[in-house]
């Protein structure tokens, strides 16, 4: 695969992301978000640009931080988390 096709793959994966309906995060080993799209932005209020940077816990209330806190933890052990 050449590089135009792996830039076009990429392009196709950010695209979906951006379009679907679902709010969707991504987030470093320590919980900053590294990228959101615009339908997790309207969910919690925020533009893309200022949920980028915070901290994935902030958007939990604390009632749910320690549930949070064992996903990160099984998703850095794992490096997956499969939801049923």
Request: proline fraction near 2%; charged fraction near 25%; hydrophobic fraction near 40%.
């Amino acid at each position: 695969m050449g590089c135009s096709e792996n830039t076009a793959g990429i392009n196709l994966v950010l695209s979906a992301l951006h379009q679907t309906e679902e709010g969707i995060e991504i987030t470093d080993l320590s919980g900053k978000i590294i990228f959101v799209n615009r339908a997790f932005a309207i969910l919690h209020g925020y533009t893309e640009k200022e949920a980028i940077g915070s901290d994935i816990r902030m958007f939990h209330p604390e009632e749910f931080r320690p549930r949070v806190e064992e996903i990160i933890g099984h998703i850095i052990g794992k490096g997956f988390l499969k939801v049923k």
